[in-house]
């Protein structure tokens, strides 16, 4: 509970700093978490990377200025911290549809972007299976795909490439170099800079492995937290992935390391009520 309460204090102070230039060390520090994990439960919870969160209240605040004073486009690109008016012009015509100066027009069409607001509540009405594991550095084989969080193209993307690589054969192949039968999902090098990451189908590999068609990864040594899910996938997991940010993390004291996340599929029918997954989240100690 108390860390949505500091997240709800980190939302109130980035309102105060929309004419400012994003510092998100500054707001994790009011939310009283690491950078890197202010970040991942910001994503995860409201589904917004925190600097895609500021861009659309930025772009909403300057439309209400344009439509309702008449202050130059130079300025309030200045002031809502673009380089440039074509800078500030492009990012508004991308969430507004039109130009800035368009939007003096009476009459027109806004996007608005409403400040995201927490209802608190206490939830754990339901079990969660989880255990701690500590885990040496492994060797990973797969095929990657270079992804983003923006407009939630990944939640798009990543199912249809698992899709794709299950009808191609990829899938099939990889699991010939395993050394189990577990299919693994792997989200590497998260870049909120960015909003990009890279997501890999892969599974553990056989000793000495070499390949000219998939990409070898090595998963550092890491502490993880292992939360069982069952039920057809990805219905279930991405409830139970939420899960984990909304009630487990906040319960305990523990945050998010910055290694990987990792998803671990055991062979059988993915669509059925029983199957069964594991979420491997890396962590620390607060």
Known sequence: MESLIKLKDALDYMETQMEERLNIEEIAKVA???????QRMFQML??????????KRKLTLAAQELA?????????SLKYGYD?????????????????????????????????????????DKEMDYRIEEKPTFTVIGKMLHTTCKN???????????????????????????????S??????????????????????????????????EVPALKWAVFTNIGPVPTTLQKTIARVYQEWFPATGFEHSGGPDMEVYDSGDIFADDY??????????K
């Open 32 to 38: 009283c978490m690491s950078t890197f994990h202010f």
């Open 68 to 76: 309702a004073t008449a202050i130059k486009v130079l300025d309030l």
């Open 184 to 217: 693994l999902g792997i989200c590497f090098d998260m870049n909120f800079d960015t909003e990009e990451f890279s997501y890999m189908i892969a599974c553990r590999a056989k000793a000495n492995a070499t390949s000219e068609t998939y990409t070898i990864r």
């Open 46 to 55: 409201t589904g917004f990377t925190v600097a895609e969160y500021i861009r």
């Open 276 to 285: 069964k997954t594991e979420i491997w989240v890396p962590i620390i100690k």
């Open 84 to 124: 440039s008016p074509e800078s500030f012009s492009k990012a508004f015509r991308k969430i507004h549809g039109i130009t800035p100066s368009e939007a003096r027009i009476e009459g027109v069409n806004l996007k608005a972007f409403p400040r995201i607001t927490f209802n608190l509540s206490l939830k754990g």
């Open 152 to 182: 939630g193209e990944n939640l798009q993307n990543i199912p249809r490439f698992w899709e794709e690589s299950n009808q191609n054969g990829t899938v099939d192949e990889l699991m010939d170099m395993a050394v189990d039968d577990k």
